[in-house]
């Protein structure tokens, strides 16, 4: 069983839904959540920080931390045909750990 | 602009030839990064860095090399070990104490 499990897609859905992804986890020692927004054959750019658990939101997109379940969502509201890329989700026990990745999911947004 | 360069951005490998890309960061950030990503996989660490002359080994490190003299660059060799080095590289970096890393454009090598 990988550490850091995430549906690989695609996820279509149309234009203007509200999206939402997630990751689960086995390892109840992560503290610190990532999203990273990775557009094709290009290198992934952060896209949302959280520590522990609870929510963070910044315009369209809201990162949510559930520990007790072990299970992070990234839910993006109001979705454009621009926010179709590969989404993928990275956690960490602390700054002397390594980021462990999810596998990415693929979005794709229809006009 | 502040930022990690990386180049080539595709790069051809003949049979039993050694291979090197480059990784530079202007954004003063002490920890450097190598990732390996191939389709519909996860990242998977390759060699990090946390402080100039220093390196460790990533999860497949068996069939590269990295070099860390100067803190802006982080270069990889992809030795004629590394069997099956068809994928995209990544190069990241990240400031000292913390948890986010930034990446560079990556570079895509392929086999002739």
């Known amino acids: 069983q990988k550490e850091v499990e995430q549906d690989p897609g695609p996820l279509s859905v149309p234009e203007g839904a509200i999206v939402s992804l997630n990751c689960t986890y086995s390892?109840?020692?992560?503290?610190?959540f990532m999203w990273y927004r990775q557009y094709s054959r290009k290198g992934p750019e952060l896209l949302m920080y959280t520590y522990s658990s609870g929510n963070k939101e910044d315009g369209r997109f809201t990162a949510q931390v559930d520990k007790s379940s072990k299970y992070i969502s990234l839910f993006i509201r109001d979705s454009q045909p621009s926010d179709s890329a590969t989404y993928l989700c990275a956690m960490s026990q602390g700054s002397n750990y390594q980021l462990i990745w999810g596998a990415g999911t693929k979005l794709i947004i229809k006009p | 602009d502040g930022g990690i360069t990386q180049s080539p951005k595709y790069l051809f490998r003949k049979e039993g030839q050694n291979v090197t890309l480059s990784c530079e960061q202007n954004l003063n950030h002490d920890a450097m990064y190598w990732y390996r990503q191939d389709p519909g996989q996860g990242l998977r660490l390759i060699y990090y860095?946390?402080?100039?002359?220093?390196?460790q080994k990533g999860d497949i490190a068996e069939g590269y090399s990295v070099s860390r003299e100067k803190k802006e660059s982080f270069p990889l060799t992809v030795t004629s070990a590394q069997k099956n080095p068809t994928a995209f590289y990544l190069c990241?970096?990240?400031?000292?104490?913390?948890?986010?890393?930034?990446f560079g454009p990556g570079t895509r090598l392929l086999v002739l």
């Open positions: 860095s946390q402080i100039v002359n220093d390196f």
């Open positions: 390892n109840s020692a992560f503290q610190y």
């Open positions: 990241a970096s990240s400031p000292g104490q913390t948890e986010t890393q930034y």
